[in-house]
């Protein structure tokens, strides 16, 4: 490809994706997206448009400093209405559209401008949060806050003590594009590169949060002078297992290149992938075989001797190696393991339930706490509410007739989350805990996340998720397609989202998903507890070739 002319989304992630996307641009090919990629796409699209229909109200008093701008237009036509806005000194500029720089490679869209002195600030509307609310007081002698926010639908930035900003690389290096661009136009509000800033509306939309942009400038230069390098095939790339992989619909292709050359980034990737080809270890049999020390540039928090053990695991089919010779989990008389769904930054729909009394046994009952209101939606406190009272109560029961108390979920860091924003979005209504008592649970002993057990007990050559560890423990979904992704499918058509269609069905089938998954961590609980975990090979004899294949 001759010239490359790069959006916003062209400066972050995998470089061999770039590579890849504008080859089959430069073919006539299109553009693959997955389907999670397509939803989280489309449902960033109805938060901006709902964002800049609050803007508009927020405006509607004053008409005239509002300029919008037809964003089913062709392109042609919504940068001459941008331009046009821009010379008439408008306020605001809604759904902005700037003309493409081949010469420098970048091209760019606003969802707002707003004027400040001579020029413009660009503003970007994004689909998850961007500031997060600052816990306690504010102590009286510390420094003034570094956040700068203003309100909705005007521009005033002040310092911000009750919010702190979720640094956001993405975000930032798209302001810096726009902010570049306006410069180049003569629209930046300083000639001082080191002077201009960019604003950004999170989820939650009840602020603009200021994101200084002058020390970001010259990196941004160099990342897109290579970015563009690479999109014009100049720079060679190769494919390389990365997180991002997971909801790439062009995996498929790059494994089985991965998996022809044994690479070494089917079983360890990020720093520590690239300490091993820094050292010569390129494939997965030469780490397998590898007995010295770490390579030098080995990240701290990565475990050298796992990244061996897992390399050893691929090439012999083992699913799971123990770390200890007889693995502990915390039990108790009393259990309830818990599962929570929410759809994106929206909210938390269900909390669903399954309780256990190892003393005095009953039958084991699913209970779902759920609204059916298209999130977000108050009566998600309502749920909230009534979940939390039910536990508390169970909890209670079990304390009052001396019985030991536990409640467990898988990976508790998206559980504790939404029981944390319930609590402080849901404040006041029937049942809705406070924060401290939130926090206080989670800090508890009673509250056992078997994320953390599997991760303590063993390591997981295919990867710690539970639907990759519950099989092992003989677990099976009963829907062949349950999974985080198709889940928001049928989430979306479950309550007719954002005013779509409305299949009923999808809401037993969400409620036997759910139970499924607690279903799936009361299996691997007991399973962890029972003997049959011993037929698991340890990581010693795996190193030593002792055992060379799973139960």
Same mark, same amino acid.
């Given at each position: ?13 995998c ?7 504008? $080859?089959? &641009? =430069?073919?006539? %090919?299109? @553009?693959?997206?997955?389907?999670? #990629?397509?939803?989280?796409?489309? +449902?960033?699209? !109805? ?19 509002? $300029?919008? &701008? =037809?964003?089913h %237009?062709? @392109?042609?036509?919504?940068?001459? #209405?941008?331009?046009?806005?821009? +010379?008439?000194? !408008? ?31 660009p ?15 504010r ?66 939309a009840?602020?603009?949060?200021v ?14 002078a ?13 494919p390389?297992?990365?997180n ?16 022809a050359a ?7 990737g ?30 701290n928090?990565v ?11 691929r ?12 693995p ?26 399954l309780?256990?009394?190892?003393v ?30 039910w536990?508390m ?8 007739q ?16 939404w ?51 519950a ?23 479950a ?25 799936a ?29 799973g139960?």
């Amino acid at each position: 490809m001759d010239s490359a002319v790069l959006g916003a989304r062209n400066l972050t992630g995998c470089e061999h994706r770039l590579a890849l996307d504008f $080859a089959a &641009v =430069d073919r006539g %090919a299109p @553009l693959v997206e997955s389907t999670e #990629a397509a939803r989280r796409i489309e +449902a960033a699209q !109805a938060h901006r448009e709902a964002v800049v229909a609050t803007l508009l109200d927020l405006q509607a008093a004053r008409p005239d400093a509002v $300029a919008v &701008v =037809d964003d089913h %237009a062709n @392109l042609r036509d919504r940068v001459a #209405a941008t331009l046009a806005a821009c +010379a008439t000194d !408008a306020e605001w500029i809604l759904h902005a559209a700037f003309p493409p720089d081949e010469e420098k490679g970048r091209r760019g869209h606003a969802e707002v401008l707003v004027r400040d002195g001579d020029g413009y600030i660009p503003i970007i509307i994004v689909n998850h949060r961007t500031t997060v609310p600052v816990k306690g007081e504010r102590d009286p002698e510390a420094p003034p806050p570094a956040l700068r926010t203003s309100p909705l639908g005007q521009w005033r930035p002040q310092p911000d003590a009750t919010r702190i900003m979720r640094a956001n690389r993405r975000d930032t290096l798209r302001l810096a594009q726009l902010a570049a661009m306006l410069g180049d136009l003569d629209y930046a509000v300083s000639a001082d590169r080191r002077e201009w800033v960019g604003g950004v509306i999170g989820v939650d939309a009840d602020c603009i949060a200021v994101v200084p942009l002058g020390e970001v400038m010259d990196e941004y230069d160099d990342l897109l002078a290579r970015r563009r390098a690479i999109a014009q095939g100049l720079v060679p790339t190769r494919p390389r297992r990365v997180n991002e992989c997971r909801s790439c619909a062009l995996w498929p292709h790059c494994e089985a290149q991965l998996i022809a050359a044994d690479d070494v980034s089917l079983v360890i990737g990020g720093a520590g992938g690239t300490a091993l080809q820094d050292a010569g270890i390129t494939t997965v049999a030469q780490l397998a075989a590898y007995r010295g020390e770490a390579p030098e540039e080995w990240p701290n928090n990565v475990s050298f001797r796992d990244a061996v053990v897992n390399a050893n695991c691929r090439r012999l089919g083992v699913p799971l190696v123990r770390r200890l010779d007889r693995p502990q989990v915390q039990r108790a008389d009393v259990e309830v393991d818990v599962d929570m769904e929410s759809y994106g930054e929206r909210g938390a729909y269900m909390w669903g339930t399954l309780l256990t009394d190892n003393v005095d046994p009953e039958p084991v009952v699913y209970r779902a706490f759920v609204t059916w209101d298209p999130l977000p939606t108050q009566d998600e406190g309502r749920s909230f509410g009534e979940f939390w009272t039910w536990l508390m109560r169970r909890r209670a029961q079990a304390h009052a007739q001396g019985k030991t108390f536990a409640a467990y979920c898988y990976s508790q860091q998206a559980e504790n989350r939404w029981l944390r924003g319930s609590a402080d979005r849901f404040a006041g209504q029937p049942g809705v805990p406070s924060r401290a008592d939130v926090d206080a649970f989670i800090d508890s002993d009673e509250w056992v996340d078997i994320y953390e057990a599997v991760n303590a007990n063993f390591i997981c050559p295919d990867g710690k998720g539970l639907k990759r560890i519950a099989p092992v423990a003989g677990f099976g979904w009963r829907d062949d397609e349950a999974g985080g992704e198709a889940s928001m499918e049928w989430y979306a058509l479950a309550v007719g989202l954002d005013d779509g269609p409305t299949d009923l069905t999808q809401r037993e089938r969400l409620l036997q998903y759910n139970e499924d998954d607690v279903q799936a961590t009361k299996v691997l609980r007991e399973w962890l507890s029972s003997t049959e975990i011993l037929a698991l090979p340890t990581a010693d004899e795996i190193l030593q070739g002792q055992r060379h294949s799973g139960p």
